[in-house]
């Protein structure tokens, strides 16, 4: 009999299908498509791992778009202030004695001064009268932190020990050096902090004190208060003798002492007793009265472009919006402490006919701030300028007035 290949292909498959069971074996057939896919299973996730990785894609996105934009972001704490900057009405000077001052300068003061809250001071420098004292109930008060112009006397100190020179670069970083001109004009205080480390707080409180921080400024000025100094060195968690020489930590100063530093700057180095005439008569016999000499002659010059720059390009350029017609030159002090904010301003005119020291302090809020300060110094020039004050006032510019001499004992 003939069969044909499908009948031997039928019998071979019959035979093995009923051998399989015999021998055990069993074969599972499955009948899922094999391009049939398995569907994802879901994963549930907490919901603080949820918020955490929508911050973390986020802020990547963020990321991205400063990348992009070639801009940082700055995180800037903003301190809360509780002082005023602004008074409603001039009530505060209605105590001032006026008699003796010069009726040009105090109206000038007055006028730039405004409704802001805080006093100005304008000093002849070469013989220490007080030509304008605005709001003398602040300005005789017992002071306020320095700021940045305590940098001027620990510069003085430096330059008069030799540790620098107006050119001397000190590191303020792996790549960051500077001379004393520019930290004076940018008022940098890592530069300041550096020098009074190097000084160290017996030298830095010595020539504090040459230079008349924590005395009285004024010879017989009723009301006056003489600030205050350490008599050591501040704690290290308040920053030790660096932010004594940067801030004036730990230091209160009174405008009057700040104005009669100046006054010794501007004049080569003759620190005088500061005299406010009250009456006809003391204006009349007025004398100049030496509290000291101080050896800064060879040190002014290095230390006048700091202050000069100051105005020029740097912390006072403000001032130059009212007034450019003299060379100004000054030093700006900001900061704050319990809720109020100081801004001061120290500055000289050196002009070929005579010099005037103004000091305007203040004190409030936010708008407070010494080159706020400075622009207001900038008022007064600009008013003494127009009023032709520095022509009707020769003076000259060293120190030539005859002084008559005081004990020791005297204040």
């Given at each position: 009999?003939?069969?044909?290949?499908?009948?031997?292909?039928?019998?071979?498959?019959?035979?093995?299908?009923?051998?399989?069971?015999?021998?055990?074996?069993?074969?599972?057939?499955?009948?899922?498509?094999?391009?049939?896919?398995?569907?994802?299973?879901?994963?549930?996730e907490a919901p603080r791992a949820r918020k955490r990785l929508t911050?973390?894609?986020?802020?990547?996105?963020?990321?991205?778009?400063?990348?992009?934009?070639?801009?940082?972001?700055?995180?800037?704490?903003?301190?809360?202030?509780?002082?005023?900057?602004?008074?409603?009405?001039?009530?505060?000077?209605?105590?001032?004695?006026?008699?003796?001052?010069?009726?040009?300068?105090?109206?000038?003061?007055?006028?730039?001064?405004?409704?802001?809250?805080?006093?100005?001071?304008?000093?002849?420098?070469?013989?220490?009268?007080?030509?304008?004292?605005?709001?003398?109930?602040?300005?005789?008060?017992?002071?306020?932190?320095?700021?940045?112009?305590?940098?001027?006397?620990?510069a003085l100190a430096a330059l008069s020990e030799d540790l620098i020179?107006?050119?001397?670069?000190?590191?303020?970083?792996?790549?960051?050096?500077?001379?004393?001109?520019?930290?004076?004009?940018?008022?940098?205080?890592?530069?300041?902090?550096?020098?009074?480390?190097?000084?160290?707080?017996?030298?830095?409180?010595?020539?504090?004190?040459?230079?008349?921080?924590?005395?009285?400024?004024?010879?017989?000025?009723?009301?006056?208060?003489?600030?205050?100094?350490?008599?050591?060195?501040?704690?290290?968690?308040?920053?030790?003798?660096?932010?004594?020489?940067?801030?004036?930590?730990?230091?209160?100063?009174?405008?009057?002492?700040?104005?009669?530093?100046?006054?010794?700057?501007?004049?080569?180095?003759?620190?005088?007793?500061?005299?406010?005439?009250?009456?006809?008569?003391?204006?009349?016999?007025?004398?100049?009265?030496?509290?000291?000499?101080?050896?800064?002659?060879?040190?002014?010059?290095?230390?006048?472009?700091?202050?000069?720059?100051?105005?020029?390009?740097?912390?006072?350029?403000?001032?130059?919006?009212?007034?450019?017609?003299?060379?100004?030159?000054?030093?700006t002090g900001t900061c704050s402490k319990a809720g109020t904010r100081?801004?001061?301003?120290?500055?000289?005119?050196?002009?070929?006919?005579?010099?005037?020291?103004?000091?305007?302090?203040?004190?409030?809020?936010?708008?407070?701030?010494?080159?706020?300060?400075?622009?207001?110094?900038?008022?007064?020039?600009?008013?003494?300028?127009?009023?032709?004050?520095?022509?009707?006032?020769?003076?000259?510019?060293?120190?030539?007035?005859?002084?008559?001499?005081?004990?020791?004992?005297?204040?």
């Amino acid at each position: 009999m003939t069969f044909s290949k499908r009948s031997t292909f039928l019998l071979l498959a019959a035979f093995v299908l009923t051998l399989l069971p015999q021998l055990g074996t069993a074969a599972t057939v499955s009948t899922r498509s094999l391009t049939t896919r398995r569907k994802s299973q879901k994963v549930s996730e907490a919901p603080r791992a949820r918020k955490r990785l929508t911050r973390l894609s986020r802020s990547r996105a963020r990321t991205a778009r400063v990348v992009r934009t070639g801009r940082t972001r700055r995180h800037r704490y903003h301190e809360r202030f509780t002082a005023s900057s602004f008074v409603n009405d001039n009530s505060n000077f209605d105590d001032d004695v006026t008699v003796g001052e010069d009726p040009i300068v105090r109206q000038a003061a007055i006028d730039a001064l405004g409704n802001m809250n805080g006093t100005v001071l304008a000093i002849e420098p070469t013989s220490g009268r007080v030509l304008a004292m605005v709001n003398q109930k602040l300005a005789l008060s017992s002071g306020a932190q320095p700021c940045s112009t305590i940098k001027l006397s620990v510069a003085l100190a430096a330059l008069s020990e030799d540790l620098i020179t107006k050119n001397t670069q000190i590191a303020l970083g792996r790549r960051s050096r500077m001379d004393l001109t520019t930290a004076l004009a940018r008022s940098n205080n890592a530069y300041f902090e550096a020098l009074g480390r190097r000084l160290g707080f017996e030298k830095v409180s010595f020539y504090a004190h040459q230079y008349g921080l924590g005395e009285l400024a004024g010879y017989h000025i009723a009301g006056e208060q003489p600030g205050a100094y350490p008599k050591e060195e501040i704690p290290s968690r308040l920053g030790g003798v660096g932010k004594m020489c940067s801030y004036g930590e730990g230091i209160s100063m009174t405008p009057l002492q700040l104005g009669a530093m100046v006054s010794a700057i501007a004049n080569g180095g003759t620190l005088y007793y500061l005299q406010h005439p009250t009456t006809p008569e003391e204006v009349a016999s007025f004398e100049p009265r030496v509290k000291r000499r101080l050896d800064i002659a060879p040190v002014i010059p290095e230390i006048s472009d700091g202050m000069a720059a100051a105005v020029s390009y740097g912390t006072a350029r403000s001032l130059r919006v009212n007034f450019n017609e003299e060379e100004i030159l000054g030093k700006t002090g900001t900061c704050s402490k319990a809720g109020t904010r100081y801004g001061w301003f120290a500055s000289y005119a050196k002009t070929d006919v005579g010099r005037i020291v103004v000091v305007v302090f203040l004190q409030g809020g936010r708008p407070t701030f010494g080159p706020k300060a400075a622009q207001i110094s900038g008022r007064i020039y600009r008013s003494l300028y127009d009023h032709s004050f520095f022509d009707a006032h020769p003076t000259q510019p060293g120190d030539t007035a005859d002084v008559k001499p005081v004990s020791s004992t005297q204040q």
